[in-house]
Structures are given as structure tokens and as C-alpha cells.
């Protein structure tokens, strides 16, 4: 029998996540495979009550939409997803129970690790969109001292979300059309600060609308971080460079909570020296 793991949402047919584990199974030449579930909403418990009883499930990558209702359905959450309000990874633990973890964040902030790693004087993100994505920045960011100013088509909607995850930070809410025309604020250009604008919405993902931004709105020095992964070089992200800011791609946080579930799932941790291999076969 061979141990398998894989991912679910509905739809599922765009997740690069089979591709992103499969590579690694080859790579470390194990016996395991990786799949795609399409699980409706509907079908959430049943599908749980089903891979419950099959002993080759190690568990499971949740995607859209069902990152927030599949909590209730599992035996225990770690702290971090309860905190997140969001489940990306099931995992069966030890005792047969169901975990609920969060990877998004570990993955989120793996490609600002060795930038965290220096003391600032101040350290401010602008996110735009405020869905499940970005609950998973809020919380990672907030954890390492930034100030935030989250974005959202409904600004009471992104305080609520500051409101949850970290109702204790000095955070600010703002429309997001705020950010879409000039701007001729001062920014503070000393050494020492950190600036992050990033886009958390699908705008900009092949069939939606490009988001509008405008790079006056950057602080000098900032980096501009994109999660969305299709296409993997966004208009957001092309601004970017043509203002002169330096930028993370898509693909940097998909493959980082990938890593964090693969080893939950096969009990290894993935070749993450193959990461150039990995992001040509994904069409980097």
C-alpha cells in the first residue's frame, strides 16, 4: 500500500500543489504519492469521514473555500491555525485524530526570513485585500512587529480582520482605491526601515482585473510581494520593477507552506536545494 496525502478544494483543477509534492516524492525517490480532491462544500464532512478510515491518508492541503469550515469538522487545531482562523493542512496524528495546522504563514514569511533577521527601526506593511490570504500575512507579520495598514474594498471588513487576529497592534484599515492614484507623502528614507506592500487579492490572477496601484504609495526601499501565482509575473509585480523596488513572487510562498506540509505529511523534509528545478518544471 502506498502512503498518499493530497490537496482539496472546489474548484481544484488550477492547484500547482501535485506538481510541487510530486516533484519532491521523485526527488527523494519515495513510496507516496500526491493527489487532487475536487471536494465541494457539501461534501467537506463526508469526504473527512471517508479518508478517516483509509490508513494510507496522511492527510490533506485545503485550499479555497474551504480553509475556514473545514475547523469545526477536526478533532483538535494548533494554535496557530486557531489564531489565523484558517486551516490549510489536515494532518492524522499519532492518535488517529485530525490536526488542523496553518503552513501559509511559515510559508508567507520564509522568502523575508534573512531580512527579519536584522533589527529595524520600523517595520510597516501595506497589505491589499483582506480574504483568507491575508489572514495567514496578518498574523505572520504582526508576530514580527509590523505595523500594518490592511486595504480592502470594505475598510470595516479589514478591521474586524486586524480585530481578531491582533487587536492589540497600532494597525490601520483604509479603502483600497485609496492606493490607486499619486500620493506625495513624505516617507521616512532612513536606513533601518522595512516597508512591504503586498498584494493578498486575486486581482492580477489570469482572468481578473489587474489591481491599481500606484508606487508613489511605496516608501523608498520597499519590496513588493505578490501571492498570486498565475500568472506568475503579475502587472503588479512588473510595476514594481519599473519603479525601482525589489520583489517576491508567488511561487516563493506556495512553495514555502508546501514544504512545512510535506513534512508533516512523509515525515522528511523536501530537497528545498532543487527549488530552481522546481520553479522551471512549474513554469517560472
Known sequence: MTAYAEVIGDPIRQSKSPVIHGFWIERLGLDADYRAAHVTGDG??????ERRADPEWRGCNVTMPHKQAIMPLLDRLEPLARRVGAVNTVVRAADGKLVGRNTDVAGFLEPLAEGLGHRHYF???RILGTGGAA???????AKEGFT??????????????????DSAGDHHVAPLDHFAGPSDFAFDDREGCCD?????SPLGMRGQP?????????PPGSIAYD????PIDTPFLSGARAAGFATIDGLAMLIG???AAFTHFFSVAPPRGDDPALRERLGA
Open 44 to 49: 467537506l464532512a463526508a469526504y473527512l469521514q
Open 123 to 125: 517595520r510597516m506593511a
Open 135 to 141: 489572514r495567514a500575512i496578518v498574523a505572520g507579520l
Open 148 to 165: 500594518l495598514v490592511l486595504a480592502g474594498r470594505n475598510p470595516d471588513k479589514a478591521r474586524a480582520l486586524l480585530d481578531a487576529i
Open 196 to 200: 512591504l506592500v503586498i498584494n493578498a
Open 210 to 218: 489587474p489591481l491599481a496601484f500606484d508606487w508613489s504609495h511605496a
Open 227 to 230: 501571492i498570486v501565482t498565475d
Open 257 to 259: 507552506q508546501a514544504a
